[in-house]
């Protein structure tokens, strides 16, 4: 009896994020890029529980917070610099895996001349 503790021991256990991210009761159509069925009417961000990107519970993330304000920071400061241009079509098809992550695609960084900083 106290060897199957022991085995249990070292069991993991997983949360489905792709499953509960793509649940069609709660995100119609999960496929389609549509950043506004994550705003109000007023466009400003609606927090979703059901959101689930670094995991939950104990198991969450401890980074979590910094992984946001740095992505933050990092994609503000890029996109007030420089516009992205694709090259070639741009497509929101996936790969899977352990998670899915998009395909690889192609895009350059043009310089913003409108926007001058001190």
Same mark, same amino acid.
């Given at each position: 009896?106290?060897?199957?503790?022991?085995?249990?021991?070292?069991?993991?256990?997983?949360?489905?994020? !792709?499953c509960? $991210?793509?649940?069609?009761?709660? =995100?119609?159509?999960?496929? %389609?890029?549509? /950043? +506004?069925?994550? &705003?109000?009417?007023?466009?400003? !961000?609606?927090? $979703?529980?059901?959101v689930?990107? =670094?995991s939950?519970?104990? %198991?969450?993330? /401890? +980074?979590?917070? &910094?992984?946001r304000?740095?992505?933050?920071?990092?994609?503000?400061?890029t996109?007030?610099?420089?516009?992205?241009?694709?090259?070639?079509?741009?497509?929101?098809?996936?790969?899977p895996?352990?998670?899915?992550?998009?395909?690889?695609?192609?895009?350059?960084?043009?310089?913003?001349?409108?926007?001058?900083?001190?």
């Amino acid at each position: 009896m106290a060897n199957s503790h022991i085995r249990l021991l070292f069991l993991q256990i997983m949360y489905p994020l !792709y499953c509960i $991210n793509h649940d069609e009761k709660h =995100f119609p159509e999960p496929d %389609r890029f549509d /950043p +506004g069925r994550h &705003l109000d009417q007023d466009g400003s !961000y609606m927090r $979703n529980e059901r959101v689930v990107l =670094f995991s939950v519970g104990k %198991r969450r993330c /401890p +980074g979590e917070q &910094l992984a946001r304000a740095e992505l933050f920071l990092f994609l503000t400061s890029t996109v007030q610099q420089f516009r992205l241009v694709p090259h070639g079509e741009l497509t929101y098809k996936s790969k899977p895996g352990q998670v899915f992550y998009p395909v690889p695609y192609k895009f350059y960084l043009e310089e913003r001349k409108d926007v001058k900083f001190d």
